[in-house]
């Protein structure tokens, strides 16, 4: 049995480790990392930190896949306790007093366990959680150090601050306009030098995994044996989402496509042939298919307007191509596919299961790792966009900005700027082999 941790702010991982020494502690969980994970039946995934506001967190059907395949998805303290209220009668097991808070509608807000924090590894804390605020405040009054109005008013000054502003420094401030700056100072001491209630919640979970001691994990129920939980963007984030191994790196199956996207010399005729498949449908005889299926749309070589024809053709194909030809241009080029990964990887496995470019995929993220290592703050993002486009336009072999996109267009982008940002990951490893600038 394998055991995946996702913690931050929450819990040094030093500490979960001496708790559960065989764990895999991960990053805060994003949107998408759960589906990265190897895992089979038995393994236990523990959530306890999860991104969200400035990135996707994690979503619902993510967590139903894990325990659809008779993973044990445990949640606690933070934005597992949150996920784990919303899917304990599904299957995932949440523990610890925020779980039960969130339970049992105490709290609802996903701010509440939220924290502003420092980038790993450390995760240091930069405020404190209201949840943190109000355990303590509940505790204190219980134990007779404040009263129900004192904790009421604390726990509503914690509330009124933004996560991002929630310190200490901000709540005795405001303390001091409430009159609460006494029973606030009191609060603060009594919690000197104590885990908060996150903490305490996290590795209450971690010693009851190491004990084995949380009963119901992995047994979701009917909904399982039903289809309509599978939704068409599940399907795209596994696809994006799923990853292989190369030499030690994970590599996704959503980031190869887009590597062959960009460089397989003939993927243009294979997202033609996608294309037209998806138009007629599949068979032989794609292109009068397709044009026929076009033709009762409406499409046909004489309604292509002036205009129709200057946005989708370049100047040499208005002239040269055949209207015919220039009605499949069009269909190619005006096909949208939001989750193109996911299209690729099923009507032509092989693209995405090419060793070369799953290694060149991974030649580029340890290259791009070593890089930022040169200068903090260094990064992909700061790649000039113009060196990217030339990049493109010398490996597309395109002259012109209009040829530019229609280069791209034959290869299932929208848009230049999408195979820019399509092609930055993978540009400083092109760079290193070939001596290309990138400023």
């Not at 604390?154 to 001091?176: K, P």
Request: some cysteine; overall charge neutral.
């Amino acid at each position: 049995m394998r055991v995946h941790v996702f913690l931050g702010p929450t819990l040094p991982g030093r500490d979960a480790l001496r708790i559960l020494p065989e764990a895999l502690v991960h990053p805060p969980a994003a949107h998408g990392d759960m589906l990265r994970l190897d895992c089979a039946a038995g393994d236990v995934v523990l959530l306890v930190d999860g991104y969200y506001h400035h990135s996707a967190s994690v979503r619902h059907k993510e967590i139903l896949a894990l325990l659809s395949e008779g993973v044990h998805v445990v949640g606690c303290a933070s934005m597992g306790a949150l996920r784990a209220a919303e899917l304990h009668q599904c299957g995932m097991v949440g523990n610890g007093i925020v779980f039960g808070m969130y339970r049992d509608g105490v709290i609802d807000c996903d701010d509440e366990v939220a924290v502003k924090h420092t980038e790993g590894p450390e995760y240091r804390k930069l405020t404190v959680p209201s949840v943190a605020i109000r355990h303590a405040a509940a505790s204190a009054r219980l134990s007779g150090l404040l009263s129900e109005p004192d904790e009421r008013g604390i726990i509503g000054i914690a509330r009124s601050l933004h996560y991002t502003d929630r310190s200490w420094q901000a709540v005795e401030v405001s303390a001091q306009r409430d009159g609460l700056a006494d029973q606030v100072a009191r609060l603060r001491s009594s919690m000197a030098g104590q885990p908060d209630v996150k903490a305490l919640d996290t590795v209450d979970t971690l010693t009851k995994i190491a004990r084995r001691e949380l009963p119901g994990a992995g047994r979701p129920g009917e909904w399982v044996s039903s289809p309509d939980w599978r939704t068409g963007f599940l399907a795209d984030w596994q696809a994006e989402f799923s990853v292989t191994t190369v030499e030690g790196v994970e590599v996704g199956t959503g980031a190869v496509a887009r590597f062959q996207q960009i460089y397989l010399a003939d993927f243009p005729t294979r997202w033609e042939r996608l294309v037209l498949s998806t138009v007629a449908g599949p068979g032989d005889d794609l292109v009068p298919r397709a044009l026929a299926a076009a033709a009762r749309l409406g499409l046909t070589p004489e309604s292509i307007t002036a205009a129709q024809a200057e946005y989708w053709l370049t100047a040499a194909e208005r002239a040269e191509l055949s209207g015919a030809d220039a009605v499949i241009r069009l269909l190619v080029r005006s096909h949208k596919a939001p989750a193109p990964a996911r299209r690729i990887a099923g009507f032509d496995p092989g693209v995405v299961a090419d060793p070369a470019a799953r290694r060149a995929v991974a030649e580029a993220q340890v290259t791009n790792a070593r890089v930022a290592s040169w200068k903090n703050g260094q990064s992909i993002a700061h790649l000039n966009s113009d060196v990217l486009r030339a990049h493109l336009a010398e490996v597309w072999r395109a002259e012109g900005s209009a040829a530019l996109t229609a280069a791209a267009r034959d290869r299932g982008f929208d848009s230049v700027d999408a195979a820019v940002a399509a092609v930055r990951p993978f540009f400083l490893r092109t760079r290193l082999l070939t001596g290309v600038r990138a400023d």
